[in-house]
């Protein structure tokens, strides 16, 4: 069965609605009326969606969508295909935070756990399905519609927020929270972890930074482990994805819409930011970090403190900040250290 998603959808509205609220000019008069029913990517929108261009990363694209409307920059209207009804603005970011607050109003806050006393000190939402041999410890908390599979347990304090799904044979431990998450069999998810949280996505501005509501979920494949005090926040349109058999180290953050494969290795303090991409049998060394947007290639390997700026080809294997291959800065690195013994042996500062 389908998932009902997390937040509640206002609209339809039609173009010319959505294009005054944002002050926008129109290119395709005869469009005024169209009515938009949702928002969505650029890849993902279909005829009655809305959808934005910020990032010229995304032009291809852009050419391609089948969305029926887009908001972008004034200056980028002539890259959108001619069928393609534009909404031009100044800063289109801004205007999509204005787009995405009439569509889904409540999404500015995450949605609580909806929870009622029960007996036992327990808090399990009466509506919450819980399947056979699965542990509620004392102290934790079911949310309203969630789905907990057979043998799973949830320890003492921890939370697992309204619709979220956990799969058969998962623990959760003690004080982690799972929300606005669909989680696969056999997960492991560490004590103190957080996931399903707001993405970190504002509109920035001289007149202040305009929230923007974070509609997505996070999708975590079977047999994963997330270690303690781990965070995974939830994707703004589309799903942060965390794929089957992945290990991922405490203290680590993953950031919103970020996708990331099968059996990747992800090490303690990695950071990697939204809308980044890591192929299958990804590794990423401890304290290393990924810019958003970027795109790891199948078996790359990522030494410690590296940090990815631009794209990494499959089996690839780098380092150093900003990251190139290893080779390259691993010589680098010793023909510092020999000029620095240079420097030492002959007393020159």
């Not at 569509?103 to 939402?125: D, N, W």
């Not at 819980?130 to 509620?136: F, L, M, N």
């Not at 942060?240 to 290795?265: P, S």
Request: with cysteine; hydrophobic share 40%.
């Amino acid at each position: 069965m389908r998932h009902p998603g997390f937040f509640e959808r206002s609209g339809p509205y039609s173009v010319s609605h959505l294009a005054e609220l944002v002050g926008a000019s129109l290119n395709l008069d005869h469009d005024v009326t169209r009515q938009i029913c949702n928002v969505s990517t650029l890849k993902d929108a279909g005829s009655d969606d809305l959808t934005f261009f910020v990032n010229r990363r995304y032009a291809d694209q852009l050419g391609e969508t089948a969305a029926g409307a887009c908001l972008l920059a004034k200056r980028d209207a002539k890259r959108a295909p001619d069928k393609l009804s534009t909404l031009a603005v100044d800063d289109p970011y801004l205007a999509f935070a204005k787009v995405m607050g009439l569509f889904y109003p409540g999404a500015l806050r995450s949605r609580s756990a909806h929870s009622e006393a029960t007996e036992c000190g327990q808090l399990v939402h009466p509506s919450a399905r819980i399947e056979e041999g699965v542990i509620v410890e004392p102290g934790a908390i079911v949310g309203r519609e969630a789905v907990i599979g057979r043998g799973t347990i949830v320890a003492a304090g921890a939370v697992v927020g309204y619709r979220s799904v956990l799969g058969s044979n998962c623990y959760v431990g003690s004080d982690a929270v799972v929300t606005h998450a669909i989680v696969g069999d056999g997960v492991i998810i560490h004590p103190g972890a957080r996931i399903g949280q707001d993405g970190f996505g504002f509109a920035m501005s001289a007149n202040g930074h305009a929230k923007i509501p974070q509609i997505g979920s996070v999708v975590i494949g079977d047999d994963v482990e997330i270690g303690a005090n781990t965070t995974i926040d939830r994707g703004a349109l589309s799903d942060t994805v965390i794929g089957e058999g992945t290990k991922i180290d405490n203290l680590v953050q993953i950031a919103h819409n970020v996708v990331i494969g099968r059996h990747c290795v992800i090490v303690a303090q990695s950071g990697i930011a939204g809308s980044a991409e890591l192929g299958d049998f990804v590794v990423m060394g401890a304290q290393s970090g990924v810019l958003g947007h970027v795109k790891i290639g199948d078996g790359a390997q990522i030494a410690g403190m590296g940090h990815v700026k631009d794209d990494v080809p499959a089996g690839a294997r780098m380092g150093g900040t900003p990251a190139r291959p290893f080779r390259e800065w691993a010589r680098e690195i010793a023909a510092v250290r020999a000029l620095g013994r240079r420097f030492a042996k002959t007393g020159d500062d």
